[in-house]
DNA sequence: CTCAAAATGAGTTGCGTACCTCAAAACACA
DNA sequence: TGTGTTTTGAGGTACGCAACTCATTTTGAG
């Protein structure tokens, strides 16, 4: 029976730092001084001992460390206190992590706060340093904040942005997607469900100052611009992420245009979105493209309603900030691959 | 400065098995044998301990319990050993992992094998008993294979399967997608990019024979008929995974047929595939979606060739067979939300 | 060369669990 | 009642590392 297998192993064999330590012809009270940047080690032993770490690969032993280190460690999640259901998607999907949590001795502990007013968020920040071995704050990019940030980093509190960045603070990462690259698709999306008629392409956004917003509207009209001219964009309606301004905004607008062939709604308010379009018995003939999935947009999609959701997935940004917390705080690599969060085409056939 | 900010925690506090004995009104020898089902305690003594651990939600310590158990785990690939690209970027996956493996003391061992010949893959998968804490394979869904996973399973070893599942076997967890919801999803793409026009639409399959195929051909058979009643589903091309023949095929039908305007590629071929439609100069008026994102694929989404690509992310279904075995062998809880492989709808503008 | 400062070695303790041994207690049955 | 069996307790050791103390050696400045 030809087996013809061969077989490939992927892991280095266990070595302990007593190994290392011998290796480097040293003590191991000097290798722990130098693994842990504790003072009072020549540059040049220094050398020599992490040569020896680099010349095995040798990783700590994580359940060894974990064990020894004893106390729990804590972290923060700092959430918009308002009523947005894909901030509280995220908080539910934290709570299924509890047994996942607990066996680890982690502790995370949901700070809501007014994210939108940058001085309440920075003091906010400002709060935790100290009692927190990490940080995931969903933030605004504003001076104050970013300073709030960057002296949890200097604390030697790990800090990530969840949804929204701030890249110009020292952050240690960004859990989120491409907001360009999602407008982007948004707009290659609507295009393609077009077809070959052409017309008009409405948008509807939260407002234009918020920065995921406008990012979104900028990658759309890119891909409009540049790929579908027998389409044409119509000004943004600014809904402020509420139904109601945001129905009676397209109303009007599908009323003064008869050739509107797509709409992309950036944010929120999709219900009020959704209330326009269908009564204008307009449902059918436009391309209607919006953002995440919830309960509303799950129904939208079924009906054929809404064709297409851009998504990033929350269950995997809440698990991801929390790995990348983790990660960090034991000095271990990021698996950048796994943590990355994709942007999601959600139709009716594909639904989660 | 109104902070009205809550916080709330979502971790229970750190018990110890010394605590649960306390409880429990028994020794830790005890409380050791219950949680290991060793032999020699009563029912009504079990019992009194299992409600301890209930009533305090306890989690042992992954870390100490890991340190404690001594010998590393040893998890085993068995995957197909021609060059296929899918499985080659799981591999490469998995070597990306090797520092967060050798760091849990895990090896991960990969056994190429042909796992299109039952008897050869059933025997393959009887070698390995007795060696491996966990098994992920690549299964062939026959009554052998079926047999040689429900051996390893009672042997203690665990085993999910891989891409393609085996569900009348005893295996613990099927890594992969929902094969007939991508039919579905690559149907209703097909369906909307041809747009508003009527005609023929091709399938291109490996073979009708394999379980993954058959499963895709079915559900876009059964949206084409459903929901797009102007597109005629031509008989299925088998081209094997075979770009020459594929191509053979695909360009004769396309000469026979000047009204085809969607295609669909089930399988691999993609080169052949793209080859003919491309030398037939129709590859622009024909809706193109097919299968993962490769190198190939890639280029062709880029080019305008090829329109979508259903893609089950390789790097994803790397990482959740090694972290669902690991959890097995823990005896910890999957997170299933997590360990779900999506269906992926890419398009240029997403292209990961 | 002397002496203090810096660098290093040697050792201890404890983290929470797994796994083991041996003795003692509780029990079942005749 | 005694005997044999089952159940339970008590305790130890080990896992690899963090974090610490204290003694000893090395170094460099004067």
Chains 1, 2 share one sequence.
Do not use: C
């Not at 290392?20 to 693994?35: M, N, Q």
């Not at 206190?81 to 607990?102: D, H, K, R, T, V």
């Amino acid at each position: 029976m030809a087996q013809e297998s061969y077989s490939d192993t992927l892991t280095a064999t266990a070595l302990t730092l007593k190994d290392i330590a011998r290796e480097a012809g040293v003590s191991l009270a000097t290798v722990d001084r130098v693994l842990h940047n504790r003072p009072g080690v020549r540059p040049d032993t220094v050398r020599r001992v992490k040569e020896a770490i680099e010349r095995n690969s040798f990783q700590p032993h994580v359940a060894a460390a974990e064990l020894a280190r004893g106390r729990a460690r804590r972290f923060a999640f700092v959430m918009p206190s308002g009523p947005n259901p894909f901030m509280q998607q995220i908080e539910a999907y934290l709570g299924e992590m509890s047994a996942w949590l607990s066996a680890r001795r982690l502790a995370v502990e949901m700070v809501a706060t007014d994210v939108f007013d940058p001085s309440v968020l920075a003091a906010s920040l400002e709060t935790l340093s100290g009692d927190y071995d990490g940080v995931a704050v969903v933030a605004l990019d504003h001076p104050g904040v970013r300073a709030a940030i960057n002296d949890l980093v200097d604390a030697g509190t790990k800090v990530v942005t969840l949804v929204s960045d701030v890249p110009s603070s020292r952050r240690h990462h960004y859990v989120g997607i491409d907001n360009i690259a999602a407008g982007r698709t948004a707009g290659a999306l609507v295009g393609r469900l077009v077809g070959q008629r052409s017309g008009k392409v409405a948008i509807v956004a939260g407002s234009q100052g918020l920065r995921d917003h406008a990012e979104r509207i900028f990658g759309f009209n890119q891909v409009m611009a540049s790929e579908f001219p027998g389409l044409t964009v119509l000004p943004v309606l600014e809904g402020r992420d509420e139904d109601e301004r945001s129905e009676q905004l397209l109303a009007r607008l599908l009323g003064r245009h008869a050739d509107i062939v797509g709409l992309y709604n950036v944010g929120a308010g999709t219900q009020g979105v959704a209330k326009a379009l269908s009564d204008a018995g307009r449902d059918k003939q436009v391309a209607f493209v919006g953002h995440d999935v919830t309960a509303l947009t799950r129904r939208l999609l079924l009906q054929g309603v809404m064709d297409a959701a851009i998504s990033q997935n929350p269950g995997h940004e809440a698990r991801a900030a929390v790995r990348v917390l983790l990660a960090l705080a034991r000095g271990e690599p990021i698996l950048r691959e796994q943590e990355k969060i994709r942007i999601d085409i959600v139709m009716r056939d594909n639904l989660p």
